[in-house]
């Protein structure tokens, strides 16, 4: 389905007040889908989501959320992906910046108060560091959890497992142990890939004869 006219000529017109206004803080722009991403330098997120709140063309005053993204073969590992909403315009736009490892991105708490604990999130999940957080501690995961589980390079089993200790009185972590070293799948479950002849058809030959 074709976008209507009239959004496509808001959207052209965002472009072009963004890319005159905010010429330093925005590397690239692109309308994919009827949808608007910006890619923007890490040391401007905080003016310019300044900007797209307060400018008279853009009013996006309503954060709708703020991830993370991993790209372990890329030097700047990480993106973060902000969703803005503007509700007196009927617009969206997403804003991204990309990060490395171990360096931070300044945190929009003081732009929009709901990015606190979507921060906190990313920080949880990926272990990306947002400068000036008022309480950047994790949120989801357990006070000893060791790592970051959405980073591609976690272990799906990941790396310590918990239980109650009756002799120590206490809860304790552990290595992960795994029973078996490897599976040998024989793809006979109609999931992992079909055959002429499944498991229990030979049952229902007999039946009938």
Request: aromatic content about 10%; hydrophobic content about 40%.
């Amino acid at each position: 389905m074709s976008e209507h006219p009239a959004r496509v000529d808001m959207l052209n017109e965002l472009v072009r007040h963004l890319g005159s206004a905010q010429t330093n803080a925005i590397r690239s722009m692109v309308v994919v889908g009827g949808e608007l991403t910006v890619e923007a330098r890490r040391d401007d997120i905080v003016p310019l989501m300044r900007f797209l709140r307060d400018d008279s063309q853009c009013r996006f005053e309503t954060l709708v959320d703020v991830c993370g993204v991993d790209w372990p073969e890329d030097t700047e590992r990480f993106e973060v992906v902000y969703h803005l909403l503007s509700m007196r315009l009927n617009q969206r736009i997403r804003v991204k910046v990309r990060v490395a490892d171990g360096v931070s991105v300044a945190s929009i708490v003081d732009v929009f108060p709901a990015a606190n604990w979507f921060e906190r999130e990313a920080f949880d999940m990926y272990g990306i560091l947002f400068s000036g957080h008022p309480d950047l501690r994790r949120l989801l995961t357990d006070y000893g959890f060791e790592g970051y589980p959405l980073r591609k390079d976690f272990p799906l089993t990941g790396r310590v497992e918990v239980r109650y200790d009756e002799a120590a009185r206490r809860v304790v972590y552990e290595p992960i142990k795994l029973i078996q070293e490897y599976r040998n799948f024989d793809f006979e479950s109609p999931w992992e890939g079909m055959m002429s002849q499944l498991p229990g058809d030979e049952k229902a030959r007999e039946a009938k004869s």
